[in-house]
């Protein structure tokens, strides 16, 4: 097995993986976001104290944990320069351990607005929910190779005429839809006062990792969003823009797959998805309100309730086999105590006939009937249990009949948003 982990959502996202970074993180010299921006929302408890974090990784709360954050990820500046004033203020170091790639592409101001705008006055009902963050918008200029890297603030003239360039091209967009066009001088001003305070993070993050893995450091690889959320293997066009999967990290980070990487699938013992797009296993009425009061599930990053229901293994199936995933670790199972039974899903059946393969097609997801099988409820708690043969049987049950079915065993189970409210079963 691999000297690195890969921490990955293997659902829609809020699976529970900050803590679980967190957690690995006593352990971990360093780690790495490789994808998405502050779209993502990691809710990291310690004793009494609460930290959100959306673009920093959880890693940075160790205060022996060097932090990277990667080319593939898209950074706005201000809302890193937001986040870095919160961890100050909690007492937790940025300078001299957290690293912005230079070739990390910058979210700016418009991409956010221009985000909005499509949502809600182009797309409308056929909306996608995103977190209107600019997150696409920045992937977008990013591929049409006019998106503006963090290291053109290593040299202004450039950044200037480059701005320049891409604002042109945003005008075309906002005056042919009757909106005010943006001045690129403004932006660019407003970009050097921040300048100097960016410096002072902004590196060549590809000698870090590589430094760091000849040494045999553990570089954990922190992944944001969910395998269902990737712009390839998600449900499009209802995902994020970026590669939550195993790939994104050799594409988003400057390490090869000779890292020997460990893939940690992150599971919530239910499902959750925010924002629009089919949800087969969706449920309804008093079981969904149970699973989002108990679960909390309620969006880190807009505050927005998240839909729940019940564990999905199909699509599981299809998200481990695809980022080659070694052990599992089951979040929040606490949430399922009260439950008499427990739908789990082990198909789905299309016009009359069960499917063979994951259907990635929204229409075809929007259609599918899922196939549930039923497990006994524990109706007994769970929560803050420790050991694995503390579990009530039927419990026990739930997890075995979740290794069974995706043929990867489940090392960590979580029964609390405490970090001491944790199962190791297998030390990996
Ligand atoms: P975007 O990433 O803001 O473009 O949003 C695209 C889709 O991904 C929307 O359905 C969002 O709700 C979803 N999404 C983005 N980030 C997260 C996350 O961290 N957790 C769960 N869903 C997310």
Redesign the pocket.
């Given at each position: 097995m691999g000297n690195n982990y890969a921490v990955i959502g293997l659902q829609?996202?809020?699976e529970g993986k900050g803590k679980i970074v967190d957690l690995l993180s006593e352990k971990i010299k360093l780690t790495v976001r490789y994808q998405?921006g502050h779209?993502?929302?990691h809710t990291v408890i310690i004793g009494d104290k609460k930290i959100v974090l959306h673009l920093i990784p959880s890693g940075i709360i160790h205060s022996d944990t060097k932090c990277i954050i990667g080319n593939g990820v898209v950074v706005d500046p201000y809302a890193f320069l937001k986040e870095i004033k919160e961890l100050n203020k909690f007492g937790i170091k940025t300078e001299g351990r957290l690293y912005l790639s230079k070739d990390a592409h910058m979210i700016l101001p418009f991409h956010s607005k221009i985000?909005a705008i499509i949502e809600e006055e182009i797309r409308g009902d056929q909306k996608?929910?995103?977190?209107?963050?600019g997150?696409?918008p920045s992937y977008e200029d990013k591929a049409g190779r006019r998106g503006i890297k963090l290291s053109s603030l290593y040299n202004p003239e450039y950044l200037k005429r480059e701005l320049e360039y891409l604002v042109n091209i945003k005008n075309l967009f906002l005056k042919g839809i009757g909106k005010e066009p943006l001045k690129s001088n403004k932006i660019y001003e407003e970009l050097m006062e921040i300048r100097e305070e960016l410096l002072k993070y902004i590196s060549d993050t590809f000698p870090i990792i590589q430094d760091a893995k000849e040494k045999g450091e553990t570089i954990l690889f922190e992944g944001?969003?969910?395998v269902l959320?990737d712009i390839d293997y998600g449900t499009y066009p209802?995902?994020?823009?970026s590669h939550p999967t195993v790939g994104g990290i050799f594409t988003g980070s400057g390490i090869g797959p000779d890292a020997n990487i460990k893939v940690i699938g992150i599971v919530k013992a239910y499902t959750t998805?925010?924002?629009?797009?089919p949800f087969p296993t969706e449920a309804t009425g008093k079981d969904e309100k149970t699973m989002r009061e108990k679960g909390k599930e309620y969006?880190a990053?807009t505050g927005r309730p998240r839909r729940c229901g019940w564990l999905d293994l199909f699509a599981l199936k299809y998200s481990v086999k695809l980022n080659g995933v070694n052990s599992i670790v089951l979040t929040k199972i606490d949430i399922l105590d009260s439950f008499e039974k427990i739908k789990v899903c082990t198909g789905y059946k299309y016009k009359g006939k069960t499917l063979k393969n994951f259907p990635t097609e929204s229409w075809i997801l929007e259609e599918v009937e899922p196939i549930y099988d039923e497990v006994e409820g524990w109706k007994d708690v769970t929560s803050g249990i420790t050991e694995y043969n503390k579990l009530p049987q039927k419990a026990q049950n739930y997890i075995k009949y979740i290794e069974n079915y995706l043929k990867v065993p489940v090392s960590i189970i979580s029964t609390g948003p405490d970090r001491k409210e944790t199962i190791i079963v297998k030390e990996f």
């Open positions: 829609w996202g809020d998405g779209n993502a929302g985000d996608i929910g995103t977190t209107k963050r997150i696409g944001a969003q969910g959320l209802y995902v994020s823009s998805r925010v924002g629009k797009g969006g990053t």
